[in-house]
């Protein structure tokens, strides 16, 4: 049984930092494509963050300059480590795998985890 579990969100203040983590079990973490999603009140699910099985790094124009993404594939473990939080990017976030396909694309991902919300007040 595959599982993506997700931890690390909380209410911050604009300017904090959070990391994210998402451990990953009942696949071979380091064949798969890796991404971070986010989906705002009201809002459609939007992509945040990619990293391929070899390493590079994709990341949405709102978030390029202030997140990070990476992968530890010894431990399993997917990162988004999130700097100067702002209003707009509270939203539950959500990690995903992909065998293939285009690593911005919702519709790549075979497997969802449940997601961790994440609040900025201003």
């Known amino acids: 049984q595959v599982q993506l579990v997700e931890s690390g969100g909380g209410l911050v203040q604009s300017g904090d930092s959070l990391r994210l983590s998402c451990v990953v079990s009942?696949?071979?973490?380091?064949?798969?494509?890796m991404g971070w999603f986010r989906q705002g009140p009201g809002k459609e699910r939007e992509f945040v963050a990619g990293i391929t099985w070899g390493g590079r790094e994709y990341k949405g124009d709102s978030v390029k300059d202030r997140f990070t993404i990476s992968r530890e594939n010894a431990k399993n473990t997917l990162y988004l480590q999130m700097r100067n939080l702002e209003p707009e990017d509270t939203a539950v976030y959500y990690c995903a795998a992909s065998t293939s396909g285009v690593i911005i694309s919702i519709s790549s991902y075979d497997y969802w985890g449940q997601g961790t919300q994440v609040t900025v007040t201003s």
């Open positions: 009942g696949l071979t973490f380091g064949a798969y494509n």
